[in-house]
């Protein structure tokens, strides 16, 4: 038998094939592995054991790579969330998935080095998001044992990119846009802006959501997670003109009466009103989200309300709105001396003769 050897390896197309020679001196190879380490380990596993005479057991399943990791993710995450928040991660893993879809995981655990020169290439437009997909299909690695360590993370600190100056609309604004939209898109618009959703929670509302001065929204990030949001006049008076449907419980379908696809809605009907309605080019669905926030916080509504009625974090309300927290903080300020100049008075009144 010729001595211990490790193979060579070669790569033909989208696979790795092994050469080595086998226990008459005879040079043998095989192909279709996945990766280098998948066809060393055949070799080493399986060929050498029987070259030797030992007894084989089946053939030792593959590594698994970093493109199957995020097949097995993707499927396990969309039990709990959206179809939308899938979409906005499958959207983010394809530069990831691109570079070290083929890599074994055991592999991909070696490479921080390699991955950190690649983060580098990343549009900082995109790498904050790409690479906190690329650390939480990792992480769902590490907890689910199939991998050691997240080499994701360990490149270092993720920092978040600079927040981007938004157009807030005026409520004018918001009505003109309204004013060019067909029934009942532009009821959509009102609701949208001034109960702060998300295009994807504002396209699958249903009438049963509408409760007394209150909404609540179900299409949220999570399937079965549903918040309660104020219903501000403006938005329960637009909702009044809704006619009865009996073929949809939504209130806002698509022409064929189910729930319209965010982005085929922005083409549709909203990118046409927008420019009859002459607003900027940069205003899109999510614009009205982040107006009726703005128009919250301006209005001195709480910080953490209006968190909680967004859905979202102080966290990113300190970073996306910390000029109109400031103001929210005097107007905190004057209700706190107002209050103290009425107790005040309260107490001097209750002293007296």
């Known amino acids: 038998m010729p001595a211990e050897q490790f193979g060579q390896t070669y790569k033909t197309g989208r696979s790795h094939g092994i050469r080595w020679y086998d226990e008459n001196g005879v040079r043998r190879r095989k192909s279709g592995f996945k990766s280098e380490s998948a066809a060393r380990n055949w070799l080493l596993n399986v060929e050498k054991p029987r070259m030797r005479g030992e007894p084989v057991n089946a053939e030792p399943e593959p590594e698994l790579t970093f493109g199957e990791l995020c097949d097995k993710y993707l499927a396990a995450h969309a039990v709990a969330v959206t179809p939308s928040t899938i979409a906005t991660l499958e959207a983010r893993l394809v530069r990831p998935r691109k570079q070290f879809g083929d890599t074994p995981l055991g592999e991909l655990e070696r490479q921080v080095v390699e991955i950190a020169g690649w983060r580098s290439t990343l549009p900082p437009r995109f790498s904050y998001a790409v690479m906190s997909a690329f650390r939480q299909v990792c992480a769902a690695g590490v907890r689910w044992g199939v991998m050691d360590t997240n080499p994701a993370a360990a ?34 618009v009102i609701v949208g802006a001034w109960c702060y959703l998300r295009p994807a929670e504002l396209l699958a509302l249903e009438r049963r959501d509408v409760g007394d001065g209150i909404l609540n929204v179900r299409g949220t990030k999570t399937r079965r997670s549903v918040r309660t949001v104020p219903l501000p006049l403006r938005a329960a008076q637009a909702l009044d003109t809704l006619p009865a449907r009996l073929n949809t419980r939504l209130l806002f379908p698509s022409p064929d009466g189910l729930v319209y696809d965010p982005h085929n809605w922005r083409a549709r009907e909203f990118a046409f009103a927008r420019d009859a309605a002459g607003l900027p080019k940069a205003v899109t669905p999510y614009t009205l989200r982040h107006s009726g926030i703005s128009w919250s916080l301006a209005a001195g509504v709480p910080a953490t309300d209006v968190a909680r009625f967004g859905g979202t974090s102080l966290e990113m ?12 903080t005097d107007a905190a300020r004057a209700r706190l001396d107002s209050f103290g100049a009425t107790a005040a008075e309260a107490q001097a009144g209750t002293q007296e003769p």
Do not use: C, I
């Open 155 to 188: 490149v270092g600190a993720n920092p978040q990119p600079a927040v981007l100056e938004r157009d807030v609309l005026e409520p004018a604004d918001v009505d003109r846009l309204a004013h060019e939209l067909n029934p009942p898109f532009g009821v959509a």
């Open 317 to 328: 309300l300190q970073r996306t709105y910390a000029h109109l927290l400031e103001g929210s």
